[in-house]
């Protein structure tokens, strides 16, 4: 269980975040939502462990991220950051195994390794591109073996910054699924920020919108979901369509 | 998995036999050809005689720090390019070599013994590698910052050098050429040059794991687990004395650290756990094969073993780069 208690976080000349209080739970899928620069990448940062915040405390199962040795923290939180480009001349499996890196000591890779490497790239569909050279894909092939990764090193908490990003509309329903099912069935919280509000809809429980004065809204989706909220934190005109569950805006 | 298990494996005893063989090879050759068996006979301490001398005195000092300074080089450059993430960065991207170059000519100009460069080179690259590590570590410290520290006291040095060339006495001018263009003649003693690369090798097989996942940007490698910042000191420093031990022992010898580490990795190695120590193999046997022919070319005159490695190395790495997708 992730807490995080009046946390601050700012970039010079701009608060992001003012005494934010939440409780991410097992299970639970949230979406973090917001216009470019409004703080999100910042946001997911100071909850992954990834940034000091200004103040307040971010912690987990009880005790504090920074009294978590690193290792331990990463097999409890995973984050997949935003493309940073990468210098890796090795193949796909190869790629994939070394998300292994926190659950393995020493040089060798085992058994165990080998399988969760194994196993998430066939939760992408990627398997029979295990030995490709990863220079070799398209950037929507490499983002599903970011997350393939990801999966093999297996947290209870994924962090996901624009996790659909370089996917076509049919691998972006798959990545949530995906992260769906490992929260609903294995108990696992997902944390991810999006630009789809469609998608945020369909597969987040739980919302946080962070609107540009520092103000941040939290709590349900299908309640901070709507029409008002977001025409409010995108600072556009939608216009709401009709569809079966009513959560589908485009610009008016 | 066994494929990848093995063929490791078999790369690393084939660089190991190339090793010897470069050896071999350096004390064979030289202003006078040695028949192999007689080396051998030498090497294992039979018969007291003139080729022993040869061997033992003149010829094995030489090979072994050309093969320590070239297994050197290739470490640095692929420490490098690990920790700027850049596959362009070689031993001398960072400006220790420019430091050491400013403070060497320096002291030949002022006329002092050879023994008395190696010593002001030395003070040259510490005084490099403390101004970088100072100013590109500083507040907090990004690795873009660092390269372009590097390569903008690098750039400083150059005009020094050029200024120290162009104030230099005629007649010291050539030597100084030769000091700047790598020059393994006055390396006699290769204790020290072995002690660093034997640690250097240590360090980076011993966070090898940890130079892979730096590969993949500092966030990601921070989110599993890495304390990426002391590792980048880390690689840092060994790097910098992995380089200024070279710079020291044989002046700056071009486009080994920057090519044996691609050579490795077009070879279908890229987890430093393997291209790391063939690397250090690779880059050694080249140097050494390179410093027998710059003794023996034009022999009796040395060519500068740099102009060698270039002249050398830039075809091969050409061939490979059009062989590869």
Same mark, same amino acid.
């Given at each position: 269980?992730?807490?995080?208690?009046?946390?601050?976080?700012?970039?010079?000349?701009?608060?992001?975040?003012?005494?934010?209080?939440?409780?991410?739970?097992?299970?639970?899928?949230?979406?973090?939502?917001?216009?470019?620069?409004?703080?999100?990448? !910042?946001? %997911?940062?100071?909850?992954?462990?990834? #940034?000091? *915040?200004? $103040?307040? &405390?971010?912690?987990?199962? @009880?005790?504090?991220?920074?009294?978590?040795?690193?290792?331990?923290?990463?097999?409890?939180?995973?984050?997949?950051?935003?493309?940073?480009?990468?210098?890796?001349?090795? !193949?796909? %499996?190869?790629?994939?195994?070394?998300? #292994?890196? *926190?659950? $393995?000591? &020493?040089?060798?890779?085992? @058994?165990?390794?080998?399988?969760?490497?194994?196993?998430?790239?066939?939760?992408?569909?990627?398997?029979?591109?295990?030995?490709?050279?990863?220079?070799?894909?398209?950037?929507?092939?490499?983002?599903?073996?970011?997350?393939?990764?990801?999966?093999?090193?297996?947290?209870?908490?994924?962090?996901?910054?624009?996790?659909?990003?370089?996917?076509?509309?049919?691998?972006?329903?798959?990545?949530?699924?995906?992260?769906?099912?490992?929260?609903?069935?294995?108990?696992?919280?997902?944390?991810?920020?999006?630009?789809?509000?469609?998608?945020?809809?369909?597969?987040?429980?739980?919302?946080?919108?962070?609107?540009?004065?520092?103000?941040?809204?939290?709590?349900?989706?299908?309640?901070?979901?709507?029409?008002?909220?977001?025409?409010?934190?995108?600072?556009?005109?939608?216009?709401?369509?009709?569809?079966?569950?009513?959560?589908?805006?485009?610009?008016? | 998995?066994?494929?990848?298990?093995?063929?490791?494996?078999?790369?690393?005893?084939?660089?190991?036999?190339?090793?010897?063989?470069?050896?071999?090879?350096?004390?064979?050759?030289?202003?006078?050809?040695?028949?192999?068996?007689?080396?051998?006979?030498?090497?294992?301490?039979?018969?007291?005689?003139?080729?022993?001398?040869?061997?033992?005195?003149?010829?094995?000092?030489?090979?072994?720090?050309?093969?320590?300074?070239?297994?050197?080089?290739?470490?640095?450059?692929?420490?490098?390019?690990?920790?700027?993430?850049?596959?362009?960065?070689?031993?001398?991207?960072?400006?220790?070599?420019?430091?050491?170059?400013?403070?060497?000519?320096?002291?030949?100009?002022?006329?002092?013994?050879?023994?008395?460069?190696?010593?002001?080179?030395?003070?040259?690259?510490?005084?490099?590698?403390?101004?970088?590590?100072?100013?590109?570590?500083?507040?907090?410290?990004?690795?873009?910052?660092?390269?372009?520290?590097?390569?903008?006291?690098?750039?400083?040095?150059?005009?020094?050098?050029?200024?120290?060339?162009?104030?230099?006495?005629?007649?010291?001018?050539?030597?100084?050429?030769?000091?700047?263009?790598?020059?393994?003649?006055?390396?006699?003693?290769?204790?020290?040059?072995?002690?660093?690369?034997?640690?250097?090798?240590?360090?980076?097989?011993?966070?090898?794991?940890?130079?892979?996942?730096?590969?993949?940007?500092?966030?990601?490698?921070?989110?599993?687990?890495?304390?990426?910042?002391?590792?980048?000191?880390?690689?840092?420093?060994?790097?910098?004395?992995?380089?200024?031990?070279?710079?020291?022992?044989?002046?700056?010898?071009?486009?080994?650290?920057?090519?044996?580490?691609?050579?490795?990795?077009?070879?279908?190695?890229?987890?430093?756990?393997?291209?790391?120590?063939?690397?250090?193999?690779?880059?050694?046997?080249?140097?050494?094969?390179?410093?027998?022919?710059?003794?023996?070319?034009?022999?009796?005159?040395?060519?500068?073993?740099?102009?060698?490695?270039?002249?050398?190395?830039?075809?091969?790495?050409?061939?490979?780069?059009?062989?590869?997708?």
């Amino acid at each position: 269980m992730l807490r995080a208690q009046k946390l601050n976080l700012s970039v010079p000349g701009k608060t992001l975040c003012r005494d934010l209080d939440i409780v991410i739970k097992p299970g639970e899928c949230w979406a973090i939502l917001g216009r470019n620069g409004s703080g999100k990448t !910042t946001l %997911l940062h100071a909850l992954s462990g990834l #940034r000091v *915040p200004e $103040s307040g &405390g971010v912690s987990w199962a @009880g005790k504090p991220l920074a009294d978590y040795p690193r290792r331990d923290l990463a097999r409890q939180i995973g984050v997949l950051p935003q493309d940073e480009g990468h210098e890796f001349w090795g !193949t796909v %499996l190869e790629y994939v195994l070394l998300g #292994r890196y *926190p659950h $393995s000591r &020493g040089f060798g890779v085992s @058994g165990e390794d080998e399988e969760a490497a194994a196993s998430a790239l066939r939760q992408v569909g990627m398997a029979d591109m295990a030995g490709r050279t990863l220079i070799t894909l398209s950037g929507g092939e490499r983002q599903r073996v970011r997350i393939a990764m990801l999966l093999a090193q297996s947290p209870q908490l994924y962090c996901l910054d624009e996790p659909l990003q370089h996917l076509d509309l049919g691998h972006q329903a798959e990545a949530l699924r995906l992260f769906r099912r490992l929260a609903a069935e294995e108990g696992r919280a997902v944390l991810m920020v999006l630009h789809e509000t469609l998608w945020a809809g369909r597969f987040c429980d739980h919302a946080l919108l962070l609107y540009d004065n520092g103000e941040i809204a939290s709590g349900s989706a299908s309640e901070l979901l709507n029409g008002e909220n977001l025409e409010r934190l995108y600072q556009c005109g939608l216009r709401e369509l009709p569809t079966e569950d009513g959560r589908c805006w485009v610009p008016a | 998995m066994n494929l990848t298990l093995h063929l490791p494996a078999t790369w690393l005893v084939l660089a190991a036999a190339a090793s010897i063989a470069s050896v071999v090879t350096g004390l064979a050759f030289g202003s006078v050809d040695l028949p192999l068996g007689d080396v051998l006979r030498a090497l294992i301490g039979k018969d007291a005689t003139l080729v022993t001398d040869i061997v033992w005195q003149l010829r094995l000092p030489r090979v072994l720090s050309a093969f320590a300074c070239g297994g050197l080089l290739a470490l640095a450059g692929a420490l490098l390019q690990a920790l700027l993430r850049n596959p362009l960065a070689d031993p001398y991207i960072l400006g220790i070599s420019g430091g050491a170059a400013v403070a060497a000519l320096s002291a030949m100009i002022f006329g002092l013994a050879a023994a008395a460069v190696s010593f002001s080179a030395l003070g040259g690259a510490l005084a490099a590698v403390g101004l970088v590590f100072a100013l590109g570590f500083s507040r907090g410290g990004n690795m873009v910052r660092l390269l372009l520290t590097g390569v903008v006291l690098s750039a400083g040095f150059g005009a020094l050098i050029s200024l120290l060339l162009t104030l230099a006495p005629e007649t010291q001018v050539r030597g100084m050429l030769f000091w700047l263009m790598g020059d393994l003649s006055q390396a006699q003693a290769p204790g020290p040059v072995w002690g660093i690369l034997l640690a250097a090798l240590g360090f980076g097989w011993w966070q090898a794991k940890s130079l892979d996942i730096l590969g993949l940007g500092e966030l990601k490698a921070r989110s599993l687990g890495i304390a990426v910042r002391p590792l980048q000191i880390g690689i840092f420093f060994a790097a910098s004395a992995a380089t200024a031990a070279v710079v020291v022992e044989a002046g700056t010898i071009g486009f080994v650290g920057l090519i044996v580490p691609h050579f490795v990795r077009l070879l279908g190695f890229s987890g430093h756990r393997w291209l790391l120590p063939l690397a250090a193999l690779a880059g050694g046997s080249f140097l050494t094969l390179a410093d027998t022919l710059a003794r023996t070319v034009v022999a009796p005159q040395q060519l500068p073993v740099g102009v060698l490695t270039a002249l050398l190395g830039v075809p091969l790495l050409l061939f490979l780069l059009s062989r590869k997708p």
